[in-house]
């Protein structure tokens, strides 16, 4: 009974290895795909060379090779991005100028600062657009807006007062 109960307890502590072992590479592979998931586009699968041939060496090198395509398009979307970003800010610039020297001719006062709002705000979405070219994806800011919010900010765009709106959940806003 010892004799077999020894037997048992070696075959258990042998088993436990052996899982381990086949195990260990499947869980490097979670880490691996989890990392790429958080943003970490550098994170690879490491395998030993006795892994390369099997179904887990395919899934590795699949594993692989779309991370180093995501970052390889991230980095030419972040490029894209600042080379739009510049090319705009040009001819906003010459706009501002125009609205100015509009401004100097006397042109129409209340359509001269709509178009002024209108400028800074562009220029504030291409300063956005620069920054997030530099920034790692996982770093980008999401914001939200109820859809009153929403329909103020178009009422202003579109230089129509805001006492329009109305708000049935509430009375008039």
């Known amino acids: 009974v010892l004799g077999l109960g020894s037997l048992v307890l070696a075959l258990w502590a042998m088993s436990g290895l052996i899982t381990r072992r086949l195990v260990r590479p499947l869980d490097d592979l979670v880490k691996v795909v989890r990392d790429i998931g958080e943003g970490h586009l ?31 398009q991230i980095a030419a979307q972040r490029e894209l991005l600042a080379a739009v970003s510049h090319e705009i800010r040009s001819p906003l610039g010459r706009l501002r100028m125009l ?26 979405l291409v300063g956005q657009l620069l920054a997030q ?19 103020q900010m178009a009422l202003e765009r579109a230089s129509i007062p805001s006492d329009v709106l109305v708000d049935e959940a509430k009375g008039e806003i």
Do not use: P, T, Y
Not at 46 to 69: I, T, Y
């Open 133 to 151: 070219s530099r920034l790692e994806f996982q770093n980008l800011e999401l914001r939200s807006f109820s859809a009153i919010e929403l329909a």
């Open 99 to 124: 609205v100015e020297l509009e401004r100097e001719g006397q042109g129409d006062s209340a359509r001269l600062d709509s178009m002024d709002l209108e400028l800074k705000e562009m220029d504030g």
């Open 42 to 72: 550098d994170a690879r699968m490491q395998l030993c060379r006795h892994d390369h041939g099997g179904e887990l060496g395919v899934v590795a090198h699949a594993v692989n090779s779309m991370a180093e395509k995501i970052e390889r």
